[in-house]
């Protein structure tokens, strides 16, 4: 019964996508990387994958997540939207029915030019169809690393294993086209060392990235997963508008005080060099770092839910508020939602009324926190200003002033005429 209803919803989705599909031009994540540092699945962020491409419209070829069943399957390739939407299906409905990860991507090659790169903590993973991948290994006994080439076929890397794949390609038109076989191989061994050297995959997965962003072009979001604790970067970094470029993951993403955990994105935080709040210095975060911090479940971290509004970014300012508020004061109800109420006055959080302790739902024991909105109507993006005076008295005074205003611009176009008459008297 299960396995229908999540066959259902993967119904919905295609039909979603194949909309999307019929309105927008053809775009491939060029770069996929999966990574896997503990294989069995007990790590938090123990793997992790992640898309990227110089091309448009990355939303559509990024990621699929499975947080039941903890794999991911990246697509890609030079074939067609539509093939790579009916190759991303039937990957996902073979992986369901608990076919191996190289099973899963071999069903690629039946689609011309797809590429899919499948895989999860307990399954390993496997790369196939169109590709330039390499597959790394590093051997818990020996730490030794092995870094191998693939073009063809199934590359694997084997459940129970380290490691890592990675495929890179240069899309048309980049400015540092030609650099991807130098950078795949370079950043390869790189992933290679950080796992030997006990990195999280998380980490390995942001770092790499930044890497390939910087030096090989490939940068636009895209995005990435946490294949163990089911977190997406969702719409971080993909782009708002069709047929458009995602966000450059090697570009300036953000600013934070690491003091009160006032935080700020671009291009508003270019107005800030001291954190407006407690006047300390604040930090520059660049978008694969980003990454890093929305995917790594760290142990101080609380799971914040946020309801009532559905405006772009809400959710994630509200979380970044949420856990410097509950690091400094604890699940404590007020404190949260005086935090809460200084982001929306300092126009940190928009499109949202001030909030009570009652809005806010605090289960310490499960280091939840639910945050309750009301949105406001219209287009307004800030509350009213709580005023020590009645408003009405406002609209009198104003009316007033007003109607000064206009004395004084008759005095001054009749100035000539009312000096001669005083005069004439």
């Known amino acids: 019964m299960k396995l229908v209803k999540e066959l259902n919803k993967l119904k919905v989705s295609c039909v979603f996508f194949v909309i999307l599909l019929l309105t927008m031009s053809s775009a491939a994540a060029t770069c996929n990387i999966l990574v896997i540092t503990d294989p069995t699945g007990s790590d938090p962020n123990g793997a992790a994958a992640g898309s990227m491409s110089f ?60 590429r899919l790169l499948v895989g999860g903590p307990n399954i390993g993973a496997a790369i196939g169809g169109s590709f330039d991948a390499y597959v790394i290994t590093v051997d818990d006994a020996s730490n030794e690393i092995k870094v191998t080439p693939y073009n063809s076929g199934v590359a694997t890397l084997q459940p129970g294993q380290k490691g890592a794949i990675i495929h890179l390609r240069n899309t ?75 966000y450059p993951m090697d570009e300036e993403y953000s600013k934070i005080c690491d003091d ?39 142990s101080n971290a609380v799971s914040v839910s946020v309801y009532g509004s559905d405006k772009p970014g809400l959710a994630s300012t509200t979380k970044e508020i949420v856990e410097a508020s509950v690091s400094k004061y604890g699940y404590d109800a007020s404190a949260i939602a005086g935090s809460i109420n200084r982001g929306i006055n300092n126009g940190l959080l928009v499109g949202v009324d001030h909030v009570e302790p009652k809005d806010i739902n605090v289960k310490q024991g499960s280091k939840a926190v639910g945050v309750y909105y009301n949105a406001l109507p219209g287009d307004r993006s800030s509350p009213a200003w709580d005023l020590p005076i009645d408003g009405n008295i406002l609209t009198v005074l104003g009316s007033i002033q ?18 001669k008459s005083f005069q004439n008297r």
């Open 55 to 114: 091309a448009h419209n990355m939303f559509q070829s990024t990621f699929l997540l499975s947080r039941n069943n903890h794999f991911a399957v990246l697509s890609g390739g030079t074939g067609s939207s539509d093939t790579r939407l009916e190759s991303i299906v039937d990957a996902v409905a073979s992986l369901e029915n608990n076919a191996s990860a190289a099973s899963a991507a071999s069903l690629a090659s039946q689609f011309k030019g797809a």
């Open 172 to 246: 048309a038109g980049n400015p540092l086209y030609g650099t991807a076989d130098t950078v795949r191989k370079e950043t390869a061994l790189n992933i290679g060392k950080m796992i030997r050297d006990g990195y999280p995959a998380t980490t390995i997965l942001s770092e790499a990235m930044g890497e390939v962003a910087k030096d090989s072009g490939e940068k636009y979001g895209g995005g990435g997963v946490n294949l163990v604790s089911g977190i997406s970067t969702s719409d971080m970094f993909t782009p708002k508008e069709l047929n458009s470029t995602g």
């Open 260 to 298: 009160c955990g006032w935080a700020i994105g671009y291009p508003s935080a270019e107005l800030y060099g001291k954190c407006p709040v407690c006047g300390a210095d604040i930090r520059t975060v660049y978008a694969y770092e980003a990454l890093g911090n929305a995917l790594t479940v760290k």
């Open 402 to 419: 007003t109607a000064v205003g206009i004395i004084l611009i008759l005095l001054v176009l009749f100035r000539s005429r009312l000096l």
